[in-house]
């Protein structure tokens, strides 16, 4: 990667970081994000850094499918790679594949461009210990009030680190490792004849001689 972006930072107090040099990503816009999600947290600041590469390399936010998000995980950067980009599963133009990869490819469809960002293993360096015990416990309910307080204000920091790094440095730029996907397609809807419910004709399946939903399928191949 022969340049770096660096995003808008985010921290609990609002404050800017000395590394906000572009206008890829805006405050406004990751605070947004955040508002989307929920929280910010270290997987959501990955997916902000990831979107600030598409942005800058694949092309503006998506109002249809002019861009296209391959994502190889359903971590927390997921929801920022919607927001910000444009990419969404109702569109059509936000595909998963369970790998359990950080790992995001972005195509233009005007010209067939394509990226594939990995996250770097090493990127983060070692977590913090403190952070590290604190979040083990988090949903023990064993975390008195100022060491819930404490693990927040660690977690914010992680994130901050995160959104900080050069991207050179947080990502490996690739090249895709699969085709621009196809464009979204409307399917007919046929009904299940075991629960009488709708279901898209490229999601039945075929027994005795009968067309079934994935779900009643499962269940008669299982008797």
């Not at 600041?45 to 503006?60: K, M, N, S, Y």
């Not at 359990?100 to 594939?116: L, V």
């Not at 307080?149 to 490792?177: G, Y």
């Amino acid at each position: 990667m022969t340049s770096s972006v660096e995003v808008l930072s985010y921290d609990t107090e609002d404050q800017e970081s000395e590394h906000m040099q572009d206008n890829y990503i805006s405050e406004e816009m990751v605070q947004k994000t955040v508002a989307f999600h929920g929280h910010m947290c270290p997987g959501l600041a990955i997916g902000i850094r990831a979107a600030a590469v598409a942005l800058r390399d694949i092309g503006p936010h998506a109002h249809d499918e002019e861009v296209v998000a391959v994502v190889e995980t359903d971590m927390c950067g997921v929801d920022a790679i919607q927001s910000l980009t444009g990419c969404t599963f109702g569109k059509g133009n936000l595909i998963h594949l369970d790998y359990g990869k950080n790992a995001f490819t972005f195509y233009r469809r005007s010209d067939g461009k394509g990226i594939r960002l990995v996250t770097r293993p090493d990127a983060f360096g070692e977590p913090d210990p403190e952070w590290e015990a604190l979040r083990e416990r988090l949903g023990d309910e064993g975390l008195t009030p100022e060491e819930r307080e404490r693990f927040w204000k660690l977690h914010a920091a992680r994130s901050q680190q995160i959104l900080d790094i050069p991207l050179d440095e947080l990502f490996e730029l690739q090249e895709p490792q699969r085709d621009l996907p196809h464009r979204a397609r409307v399917m007919d809807s046929v009904t299940c004849e075991v629960c009488s419910e709708q279901v898209m004709e490229t999601r039945t399946r075929r027994f005795e001689g009968k067309t079934l939903c994935i779900p009643c399928f499962n269940q008669v191949e299982q008797r």
